[in-house]
């Protein structure tokens, strides 16, 4: 086992995702034995909680669901309270390879977040139309504020060492796209060192996609407010401390 596993806390936000965490979790015990996996069950309406503690997860569960922002705080304050130096986010819908998670940790070596970025010429995945539109903006405009080359901004697979993780646990965005955007900005203001690692997306297990043709031209939208929200965020509030689980 990869020594950083053993520090390690695998984290999945789960909103309504009863037809695949559990395949994920037994994928996550297989690939990487003996890691901890906990999953968030972000007030899921489903049986998402029961299958994920039937495949073997710690669940913690969400009175309401606050999205993935809100999630993976909770995911951030649990580690941080359990002695956990880093936290790797996996989405519970399959898409992320867990195999991928040994080089986001090797990168953290020297790195703070180190994101599994599907446009770096591993894999075919796509997207098209606004969508594709917004997130060349947002590579862009986040390249800049991380001071490092980023070419999947949006992407939920990445890895967080342990200054990141006492950033997140006290300050991580639960508004929309929070999650991925202001999470960078907060990350690259706070002096965090961003990095990615080429990663292949798998096309999703079960459940249903958050996006679809017709959502994309309101993704481009909610993509730029939320990047604005960001950048004028006041950065006095962005403080690396010790947050209260």
Not at 41 to 53: F, L, M
Not at 110 to 122: E, L, P, S, W, Y
Not at 187 to 200: D, I, K, L, N, T
Request: glycine content about 10%; charged content about 20%; overall charge positive.
């Amino acid at each position: 086992m990869n020594a950083a596993l053993n520090r390690t806390l695998i984290v999945l936000p789960a909103f309504n995702e009863e037809a695949s965490v559990a395949k994920v979790v037994r994928e996550i015990e297989a690939v990487l034995p003996g890691v901890r996996c906990v999953v968030i069950d972000d007030g899921s309406s489903d049986r998402t909680a029961q299958a994920a503690a039937a495949a073997g997860a710690e669940v913690l569960r969400l009175p309401f669901n606050l999205g993935v922002g809100g999630a993976m705080r909770l995911g951030f304050r649990y580690a941080l309270a359990n002695g956990f130096d880093n936290v790797v986010q996996i989405d519970a819908d399959g898409q992320h390879d867990p195999a991928a998670v040994p080089a986001l940790l090797d990168e953290l070596e020297t790195a703070d977040v180190v994101m599994g970025a599907r446009f770096a010429g591993v894999g075919d995945y796509e997207v098209r139309g606004p969508r594709k539109w917004a997130m060349r903006v947002l590579a862009v405009v986040l390249s800049r504020v991380a001071r490092a080359k980023l070419t999947d901004t949006t992407s939920g697979f990445r890895a967080s060492g342990p200054k990141a993780v006492r950033l997140f646990a006290a300050h991580y965005p639960a508004e929309y796209l929070g999650d991925t955007i202001e999470a960078l900005v907060i990350a690259g203001r706070s002096g965090c060192v961003v990095r990615q690692v080429p990663v292949e997306m798998r096309v999703r297990t079960g459940g249903t996609p958050s996006h679809n043709p017709w959502k994309s031209t309101v993704y481009l939208g909610r993509a730029g407010i939320a990047l604005i929200f960001a950048l004028i965020r006041p950065k006095s509030t962005l403080r690396v401390g010790t947050a209260t689980p």
